[in-house]
């Protein structure tokens, strides 16, 4: 079956540090694979996605994310972390085989703090 | 601001209830997609529509039942609810219906049932 995972509830940062946010997934065949930001009242925002090619996908607002086939991973990183980039973060995957739905992880909250 | 948007904003009604949200996509989006978020399921996905016609379905009850109008506006029903139905309910576009296309959220409806 297919699953993403989100191994932290929350990861916490200081600001200007790096960071990464974890996500690990199952599916058959080769994965697409997205990160999406929630903040507070909002709907979710794209950040990224890894169709095929590059295994480091460049996003939205600094993050980059890197495909990492032989570990099942696609961790969120940005080089230096921001207090506006406090947020819940959400990994989905799709097969691009047969499905057309997108399954998303548990979220995980970052909090970055001054 | 995504460009989709969802009304109401806010729902508040009893149990046994029906009720119908709504929701435009980003103009020149085909596909709409709908989504529950609750504490204890997260996010999950209940259906896709493109271009008027079912293209995916999720773990969506009997109980709720979706369309999309030829000017490509969608409308999510839901009926006999329960308490367990109290959720955020997003809508989500994109411009083609293939899994490799990211989706734009709306802002959601927050529906509680009494």
């Known amino acids: 079956a297919q699953s993403v995972a989100q191994p932290e509830d929350q990861v916490n940062v200081a600001e200007g540090n790096p960071l990464t946010v974890k996500c690990t997934y199952s599916v058959s065949g080769n994965p697409y694979l997205f990160w999406y930001v929630q903040y507070p009242n909002r709907g979710l925002q794209f950040l990224l996605k890894y169709i095929t090619g590059d295994n480091l996908v460049k996003g939205s607002y600094g993050f980059e994310a890197e495909f990492n086939k032989s570990q099942t991973s696609f961790h969120l990183k940005k080089p230096s972390a921001l207090v506006s980039d406090s947020a819940l973060y959400f990994c989905a995957v799709r097969d691009k085989g047969s499905s057309y739905k997108l399954i998303f992880g548990s979220g995980t909250r970052l909090l970055v703090r001054p | 601001d995504s460009g989709v948007t969802q009304t109401p904003k806010h729902l508040i009604t009893a149990t046994g209830q029906r009720v119908t949200l709504r929701c435009s996509p980003r103009?020149?989006?085909?596909?709409v997609y709908w989504y529950q978020q609750s504490l204890d399921q997260g996010l999950q996905f209940l259906i896709q529509?493109?271009?008027?016609?079912?293209?995916a379905k999720g773990n969506i009850l009997e109980r709720f039942s979706a369309q999309q109008f030829p000017d490509l506006h969608s409308e999510l029903n839901l009926s006999s609810l329960e308490l367990g139905d109290s959720a955020l309910y997003f809508c989500?576009?994109?411009?083609?219906?293939?899994?490799?296309?990211?989706?734009?959220f709306g802002p959601g409806t927050r529906l509680t049932v009494l």
């Open positions: 103009s020149g989006d085909l596909s």
């Open positions: 989500a576009s994109s411009v083609g219906g293939e899994s490799y296309n990211e989706q734009f």
């Open positions: 529509y493109y271009n008027g016609e079912e293209r």
